[in-house]
């Protein structure tokens, strides 16, 4: 399903053209649901997500702004648990088949899971005071949820990614999946392991079911060009960055803006892309495991990533986009975000269903590179 111009406008929240505010949580103050889980928070000691998102660097920020903005303990502990999207549901379904919880809050872009999830009602339900603020900006961006039990607090896409600096690098722009078979980007490029990541299997399903790109091509074509196999963004980030493999095809903006700041040499020499053919937004969803541990702690983190103070610290740190209506991006991850109102974006009528595709799209993929 393409989204219509002003669904786009609506889905670049992060680029914040059109004056809408922000209500709660402005100059630090609670919802009255925040303030209404604080102090059983406070008494539970702690919380762990698991996700395949946030960055160590983002994990520590998170901690230390959650726990500032609502008076926690200095004692209070804050557990961020990353893993590949597959490896993050397979523990979660472990964990509810089990009944057994390490974890109390579990967010990660798996619409089909969320769906079954909650039918078994394997999720608690929430009582948002800031969901308000994204439900409509999450629909016109045509992402899942399902609240009071799964929420849709942020967003990424993947896009090209290449290195400048690298031999035969550097009058190269990537603005159209075509670009990738230039025979001068023979044994430079990576192709994305599909197998262990939803979210790989979901942008394929919806780049086809647009007609935008034909995968039973597509994949020869790509293994043709010489391409090394490899799953997650971070060490496919290294190989662009050490000129292994200069282009990757589908890395976030985040990686290319983290390693920045390591080393602001590289700024000049990252360039990110996007396909004309369109991008894929992937919305993260959100959930507290019924039976958690921690389950008021787990609420209110949940709604820590719904607030501006929580969207400000992973915005930052991941240069993702968060669906708050009028949001407006930090300064210093502004120059990695896409103005979302220029491209062509692509989402599905139904992120449930497609999961009863995956089987046939990854057996695709593998029946292509073995």
Known sequence: MKLTKSAAILAASTVALFGATITANAGGHLTAQEAALVSAAAKEGKVTVI????????????GKAFKKHYGLPDSFKFNSLRKGTGATVAQVRQEIKAGKFTVDVITVSAPGFFAAGEKKGAFAKLDSGNWKNMEDTVKAAGQYSSYPYVVTPLAYTFAPVWNTSCPGM????????????????KGKSIASDITKSFTYTNTVIALQDAG????NKFWPRLKAMDTIIEFRTEPKMQMVISCQRPLDPWNISGRVYQNVLKDPGLASKIKIGSY??????????????????????????VE????????DIIVEGEAVYSFITGYQVPAAAAP???DLSKINLIGMKDWVGAQKKFKKTRNLWISTFK
């Open 276 to 301: 004309k053919e369109g991008q894929v937004m992937l919305g993260n969803q959100a959930a507290v495991l019924s039976g958690a541990n921690n389950p008021n702690a787990g609420k209110l983190f």
């Open 336 to 338: 990695y975000m896409a």
């Open 51 to 62: 996700n395949p998102l946030f960055a160590d660097r983002t994990a520590r920020r998170l």
């Open 170 to 185: 550097k009058d190269v722009n990537i603005t159209s999946y075509e670009d990738l078979f230039d025979p001068a980007m």
């Open 304 to 311: 820590f990533m719904m607030s501006k103070a929580g969207a």
């Open 212 to 215: 935008a790109v034909d995968f």
